[in-house]
């Protein structure tokens, strides 16, 4: 059986593919690395996904499906895995190679020992174009180091430090037990993907290495501004389907719970500030109705996020009260790395 699963979801993604890939490879035979060629129809990634097939066919698997978007081709290599664990690395972006050879090693030691942990978090580096300074997200604060833990060890997360995709691997079994399957069609769906599984997370384990490196700058990015109030439509889908998810009152550890709660402040805020500069009364309506949404499904947290810090700033009254929303705005910046 393999150590590690890697999916990496491509849409014509012929420009930038190669280099994720051969960050990849150094794995050698303890890694499966799942190409899922999410319908590429405008370039060569599908021909590329074969190549790498061909060449490394105890390494590389290609995938070819319609497109059903990322968080469908997410499914799709978490279906194909057959690693003991399992990771996400989007086509754009790499994984250091110092680092990856040190990860590859402590997972290969905690399986051998036994202690097979649910979830291990590493530190991740925004690779933004044209910064001088790249900033790195570390959890040290948050976790114990280099020992397997649970969420009652956790310790202080701070503000704007939250476990993201590019940090996260999965025990592969726990996460198709968990029932975890992402909206087809739907961007931003990597917000599920951390949070969805939390619960079933019973063991953890991290290192103060920066694996991934998380590329950001192209201008029809995701995480563009721009592209985000253009599809804050899908935000609110994914944000509904968060609030959906869980009664947090029913989560039994209260770090856990604190976290989570902390979770769906951060993506209300997104939210919120993306609905705030699109600026139309549609949208500012928009935002009445998802705060409504939350107080329907819980109203003891809707009014624990309403009148938290962040809540206060993204529903003070008039103009005014939409200038104060800026501090929440460079937070939610630091946070998803807007460009």
Same mark, same amino acid.
């Given at each position: 059986?393999?150590?590690?699963?890697?999916?990496?979801?491509?849409? /014509?993604?012929?420009?930038?593919?190669?280099?994720?890939?051969? %960050? @990849?490879?150094?794995?050698?035979?303890?890694?499966?690395?799942?190409?899922?060629?999410?319908?590429?129809?405008?370039?060569?990634?599908?021909?590329?996904?074969?190549?790498?097939?061909?060449?490394?066919?105890?390494?590389?698997?290609?995938?070819?499906?319609?497109?059903?978007?990322?968080?469908?081709?997410?499914?799709?290599?978490?279906?194909?895995?057959?690693?003991?664990?399992?990771?996400?690395? &989007?086509?754009?972006?790499?994984?250091?190679?110092?680092?990856?050879? =040190?990860?590859?090693?402590?997972? %290969?030691?905690?399986?051998?020992?036994?202690?097979?942990?649910? +979830? +291990?978090?590493? /530190?991740? $580096?925004?690779?933004?174009?044209?910064?001088?300074?790249?900033?790195?997200?570390?959890?040290?604060?948050?976790? *114990?180091?280099?020992?397997?833990?649970?969420?009652?060890?956790?310790?202080?997360?701070?503000?704007?430090?939250?476990?993201?995709?590019?940090?996260? #691997?999965?025990?592969?079994?726990?996460?198709?037990?968990?029932?975890?399957?992402? *909206?087809?069609?739907?961007?931003? $769906?990597?917000?599920?993907?951390?949070?969805?599984?939390?619960? !079933?997370?019973?063991?953890?384990?991290?290192?103060?290495? &920066?694996?991934?490196?998380?590329? #950001?700058?192209?201008?029809?990015?995701?995480?563009?501004?721009? $592209?985000?109030?253009?599809?804050?439509?899908?935000?609110?889908?994914? /944000?509904?389907?968060? #609030?959906?998810?869980? &009664?947090?009152?029913?989560?039994? /550890?209260? =770090?856990?719970?604190?976290?989570?709660? %902390?979770?769906?402040?951060?993506? +209300?805020?997104?939210? %919120?500030?993306?609905?705030?500069?699109?600026?139309? *009364?549609?949208?500012?309506?928009? =935002?009445?109705?998802?705060?409504?949404?939350?107080?329907? =499904?819980?109203?003891?947290?809707?009014?624990?996020? !309403?009148?938290?810090?962040?809540?206060?700033?993204?529903?003070?009254?008039?103009?005014?009260?939409?200038?104060?929303?800026?501090?929440?705005?460079? @937070?939610?910046?630091?946070? +998803?790395?807007?460009?």
């Amino acid at each position: 059986m393999k150590l590690l699963s890697i999916a990496i979801p491509c849409y /014509n993604s012929e420009d930038y593919m190669r280099n994720c890939i051969e %960050s @990849l490879l150094p794995g050698g035979e303890e890694v499966e690395i799942i190409i899922v060629d999410d319908g590429s129809a405008k370039d060569r990634t599908a021909e590329i996904a074969d190549e790498y097939a061909a060449e490394y066919p105890g390494i590389v698997k290609a995938v070819h499906q319609e497109n059903g978007g990322h968080g469908e081709a997410v499914n799709t290599g978490l279906k194909n895995a057959t690693g003991l664990y399992f990771k996400v690395v &989007d086509s754009d972006d790499w994984v250091d190679a110092e680092s990856y050879q =040190k990860v590859l090693k402590k997972l %290969s030691e905690l399986v051998h020992e036994g202690n097979a942990v649910d +979830m +291990m978090i590493c /530190n991740y $580096v925004y690779e933004k174009q044209g910064a001088k300074r790249k900033k790195t997200v570390r959890y040290t604060t948050a976790f *114990p180091q280099d020992q397997v833990f649970t969420w009652s060890d956790v310790k202080h997360f701070h503000l704007g430090q939250y476990i993201l995709m590019h940090s996260v #691997i999965y025990r592969t079994r726990m996460l198709q037990n968990c029932g975890l399957e992402l *909206p087809k069609h739907t961007f931003y $769906v990597d917000n599920i993907f951390v949070y969805y599984p939390l619960p !079933y997370v019973k063991t953890l384990y991290y290192m103060d290495t &920066d694996l991934y490196r998380y590329f #950001i700058g192209r201008a029809d990015q995701s995480v563009n501004e721009q $592209v985000m109030i253009g599809r804050v439509d899908q935000q609110i889908k994914v /944000n509904k389907i968060m #609030i959906d998810q869980y &009664d947090l009152r029913s989560i039994q /550890n209260p =770090k856990l719970r604190k976290y989570m709660v %902390s979770y769906l402040d951060i993506m +209300m805020t997104v939210s %919120s500030i993306m609905l705030i500069r699109s600026g139309t *009364p549609e949208s500012l309506q928009k =935002k009445k109705d998802l705060w409504q949404y939350l107080k329907k =499904k819980d109203a003891g947290l809707f009014y624990k996020l !309403y009148f938290g810090i962040f809540g206060r700033a993204m529903n003070l009254p008039g103009k005014g009260g939409r200038k104060v929303s800026v501090f929440a705005y460079r @937070l939610a910046n630091k946070v +998803m790395g807007f460009n």
